[in-house]
């Protein structure tokens, strides 16, 4: 069994982080878990969930 990171604000998760002028970004939000950007690490999910002001929250992965 592995752990996976996903970004929760509100009923969004986030998708991606877009770049444009000068150092702004844009973050990309989708509200199916299914099109989220899974964090293998925590570390980079706490980043992100703290530069947008949201949670991060654990998913297990199970082989069968």
Do not use: Q
């Amino acid at each position: 069994m592995k752990n996976a990171y996903v970004v929760k604000l509100g009923n969004l998760y986030f998708k991606e982080k877009e770049s444009i002028l000068f150092r702004n970004y844009r973050y990309k939000m989708t509200d199916s878990l299914n099109d989220a950007s899974i964090c293998k690490g925590f570390d980079s999910a706490k980043k992100t969930a703290e530069e947008i002001g949201g949670k991060v929250y654990k998913i297990n992965l199970v082989e069968d």
